[in-house]
């Protein structure tokens, strides 16, 4: 019978993700980049939209946040996810809307008059039944997910607008992001990048070497050198693990450092993040924030004598403040750390926050 | 001092005027300005023929200022320098002969300096097309007798870049040698390795693979094997430190004394001097000298030089021994013993004490709090590729005290939990500023982020009269190929020498401003950063 086995089928390739995501907890980062979570994760609502059982918007909802939550669950880091899950609920809730005939704008504008008049979108349940829902509701996923596979493409495309000739470029640990915003920018201008290597792992040893294949001028230092170096940098350009609510960052440990001593020197500090790495977290929830590894990567297993009597943290992530931020350079253009909270409201609604 | 006098008129009275409010510095500048007078002499009698000279002494009763320009068609080269010698020797014309030597000689010298340092320039310019930031740092330094008379000269390890420089050391290397050792025993020239960063170009980088005892050859007769051994020791790292360098060089040095002999016809005050003077070199060739270092040694010298003439050898031997052993225990160990003892009052029950690498210094300190039974906890901070946190680690863990460990990197995380921040220095320059260990300065950076204390523990013998403000001027860079790392049996870096574009950097010291440094521990007590050159000269004036 067709059903049944689609629905197993179904669960089948969500168990796979889902095993997937927990797999990829270690600090050299998931198996995958985040661009191809997040493709993956759009792939699968897609597969859920077209294969699952629902009569109306509502029911799609909660399917989508029941298996949301159990995404999220197992992998808590990898914010991508739970960024997908939400851009996918709002399509869904436009859609209904759009099918009802009420405009778009009167639902998203939550103005003092409007909380106080009507209990107004509280009161929409979202159990009409519209027929011509799911084919929508696919099509504006198929349009997420082409947005998705450009955003690398769209930030490279503006890298000429921000690095002129003969300028020295910093950089931490390994971005694909900057990776090719750097190599696009190298096509047309000279310059010279300082790679931060961001110990324990190392990842931007595989950063500088490939720059340096591209024909960019690298130089390799280690993590303890970056304030040395600060002084003759123009410019420093990170990418990060997400984008939070307040225009701050969790990215890569080293980063705050980086980030202050570029404040100290008055050196632009300009983010190279795509939308979807925009997520409606707040960086107070402190048991979420942090994310450690194993510690044998910061003190081997050899050093056996005072490994007992030591305590040792490898964190991976490091909180920003937006402060220390200058430009976000996304898929849809620059943005100063300010405005990121506009942008949030436009990707999510906000009753999706709590998943 | 009359010719001079007369010929440096305008110059001299600007000093004299700037002299009249450093009362001390008259005397100290006009001897220097006597001595570089000397020296330009010398050198225009090397350089001059015998016929100009002869030439310039008939020519001068004329006292035609245009006669002169002809006389030296040969010498002089830039159009600007014509009529520089002309107002000069005017007013001199009254003045006996030898006096216009200095005076034309002295243009024509700085005539030709200026002619060799566009021509440096210009081919410089034309070798590099480098990022232009950076092309401005490896401008050719100006030759040092050019600058104002206060500046001492440049040493040679800051200096790579200008090959006239490496010349001469090549030269002075050979020149190093006893007198009946042939010429093969000279002192070798370490060679760089590897690319090196534009930025840093004017500095050495060795590798740690070729040590410079592997080309001498066995026996050595111009180095003494305890300073050959201490050389290897330093290059290879086994001798680390600012403190354990300067104890290990001076035990080298009183074993060299110990095995001294005095020559029939020498003083045993100008001839040890002499005989040290290849053994410096070549420790500076195995690891550039730290100021701890420099400071020693120009103690030692100081005192061989002071031991009088009739004094037997034996007894000149002992107390030039005892002098050492005194400078250790005071400087160093007694000193040790003072700062602990202010740094304890700092430390209280219940602090999270954060320290960066290994100071033996702050290590003293931690082991001797602990034994006066204070609770606190430790932190260190480790970064890669030296990881002396780890060595650090093994010796609070041995004495008993409570540490965590974390790299640099995630010193923003664990920082809200701490309270202090000790960190040990390698030197401390006149002008405030703290050249420490790489990292250092943004441990304290990060630290006056949060608001956290921070101190440098640091003996007054690191105290050096050297100014920098930023951490390319003068630095060491270390074997590059310990950045390389295997991880998960992948090394990314493993050719990249072959690679083009790629260099790796590797530096050793760093510089922390001294906004961000709260207090500094010494045994004179606590002072903050910018009263350094207070203590250096209160200690000058004792000596």
């Known amino acids: 019978m067709p059903g049944p086995d689609k629905e197993t089928d179904l669960t089948e390739r969500i168990e796979a993700f889902l095993s997937d995501l927990k797999r990829g907890g270690c600090g050299t980062g998931p198996l995958r980049g985040s661009a191809e979570t997040a493709r993956e994760t759009t792939a699968l609502l897609r597969r859920i939209t077209a294969q699952a059982r629902w009569s109306s918007a509502g029911d799609l909802m909660e399917i989508i946040r029941k298996e949301g939550r159990r995404m999220t669950a197992a992998q808590p880091s990898e914010t991508t996810v739970g960024n997908m899950i939400r851009r996918v609920l709002k399509i869904v809730r436009e859609e209904y809307a759009r099918s009802r005939g009420s405009s778009e704008e009167t639902d998203q504008q939550e103005s003092l008059h409007k909380l106080l008049t009507s209990g107004g979108l509280s009161e929409e349940n979202f159990r009409q039944h519209f027929a011509a829902l799911k084919a929508n509701v696919i099509e504006a996923i198929n349009e997420l997910l082409t947005e998705l596979e450009g955003t690398t493409d769209n930030i490279a495309m503006q890298a000429l607008e921000h690095i002129h000739s003969n300028e020295v470029i910093m950089t931490i640990g390994r971005s694909r992001t900057v990776e090719a915003f750097l190599k696009d920018a190298a096509r047309k201008r000279k310059f010279h990048v300082i790679v931060a290597e961001c110990a324990p792992f190392c990842q931007g040893h595989k950063m500088a070497t490939s720059l340096s294949k591209s024909g960019i001028e690298t130089t390799v230092i280690a993590d303890a050198a970056i304030f040395a170096v600060m002084s003759r940098v123009n410019k420093v350009i990170i990418g990060t693990q997400t984008v939070l609510a307040n225009g701050g960052l969790r990215a890569v440990n080293g980063t705050h450092t980086l980030a202050l001593a570029a404040k100290h020197h008055s050196t632009p500090l300009i983010v190279c993040a795509p939308m979807f790495k925009l997520s409606p977290q707040f960086p107070n929830e402190e048991d979420t924030f942090h994310k450690f590894v194993s510690p044998h990567e910061v003190l081997p297993f050899t050093e056996g004598d005072i490994l007992s009597k030591v305590n040792v943290h490898c964190p991976v992530f490091d909180y920003v403040p937006p402060e220390l931020i200058t430009l976000f350079i996304s898929n849809i253009g620059g943005h100063a750390p300010s405005y990121i909270y506009r942008l949030m409201s436009e990707l999510y609604h906000p009753e999706d926050h709590e998943l | ?543």
Not at chain 2, 293 to 303: D, P
Not at chain 2, 505 to 516: G, R, S
Request: hydrophobic share 35%; proline share 7%; charged share 30%.
């Open chain 2, 1 to 543: 001092m009359a010719d001079s006098a007369v010929t440096d008129e305008p110059e001299t009275k600007d000093d004299i005027d700037r002299a009249k409010n450093d009362g001390k510095e008259l005397t100290k500048e006009e001897k220097q300005r006597l001595r570089k007078e000397k020296k330009q002499q010398r050198k225009s009698k090397e350089k001059n023929d015998d016929k100009e000279s002869e030439k310039e002494k008939k020519s001068f009763p004329a006292a035609a200022p245009a006669s002169q320009p002809p006389t030296q068609p040969t010498t002089h080269k830039a159009p600007p320098a014509v009529p520089a010698p002309a107002p000069v020797p005017v007013p001199a014309s009254e003045a006996p002969a030898p006096a216009e030597k200095p005076a034309k000689s002295k243009a024509e010298l700085k005539a030709e300096r200026r002619a060799r340092q566009e021509a440096d320039r210009a081919s410089k310019q034309g070798k590099k097309g480098e990022v232009g930031p950076q092309a401005s740092t490896s401008k050719p330094k100006a030759p040092p007798s050019e600058l104002q008379p206060v500046v001492k000269r440049l040493p040679e390890h800051v200096q790579v870049d200008n090959p006239d420089v490496l010349k001469k050391l090549a030269k002075k290397l050979e020149r190093q040698q006893t007198d009946d050792a042939a010429a093969k025993f000279k002192i070798p020239l370490r060679l760089d390795y590897g690319y090196k960063v534009s930025l840093f170009s004017h500095l050495h980088q060795y590798s740690r693979k070729s040590p410079l005892t592997q080309q001498l050859s066995i026996p050595s007769t111009v180095i003494h094997p305890a300073i050959v051994r201490l050389g290897l020791q330093y290059s290879q790292g086994i001798v680390a430190g600012s403190n354990a360098r300067s104890v290990a060089l001076l035990h080298a040095f009183k074993q060299v004394i110990r095995d001294y002999n005095t020559p029939p016809n020498e003083e045993l005050s100008r001839d040890l001097v002499n005989k040290l003077k290849p053994y410096i070199s070549f420790l500076n060739q195995c690891r550039p000298l730290s100021a701890s270092m420099g400071n020693a040694i120009k103690y030692i010298k100081k005192e061989i030089s002071n031991i009088p003439n009739q004094c037997k050898e034996e007894e000149a031997k002992s107390k030039l021994l005892t002098c050492i052993d005194c400078y250790i225990e005071e400087k160093i160990v007694l000193a040790a013993r003072a700062i602990a003892k202010y740094s304890i009052e700092k430390i209280n029950d219940g602090d999270v004490i954060l320290v960066y690498g290994c100071s033996s210094l702050v290590n003293h300190i931690l082991c001797e709090a602990f034994n006066k039974n204070i609770k606190f906890r430790v932190i260190v901070v480790d970064s890669r590729p030296r990881l002396e946190g780890r060595e650090a680690l093994r010796r609070l863990v041995q004495g008993g005290i409570r540490c965590t460990y974390v790299l640099i990197s995630a010193v923003s995380y664990i920082l809200p939990e701490v309270s202090k921040v000790f960190l040990g220095a390698h030197a401390l320059l006149a002008n405030g500023y703290v050249m420490s260990r790489v990292g250092t300065s943004q441990i304290a950076l990060v630290a006056k982020a949060f608001n956290v204390p921070v101190l440098v523990c640091c003996e007054t013998y690191k105290f050096c009269e050297r100014v920098q403000t930023d951490s390319f001027v003068s630095n060491e860079l270390d074997d590059p190929d310990d950045l390389i790392v295997t991880r998960k049996g992948k090394t990314q870096l493993e050719d990249w020498l072959q690679v083009d574009f790629l260099g790796l950097l590797n530096l050793v010291y760093d510089v922390t401003p001294p906004d961000f440094v709260d207090l500094v521990i010494t045994e004179l007590g606590m002072i903050p950063c910018t009263s350094v050159p207070v203590v250096l000269r209160v200690k000058n004036v004792d000596q």
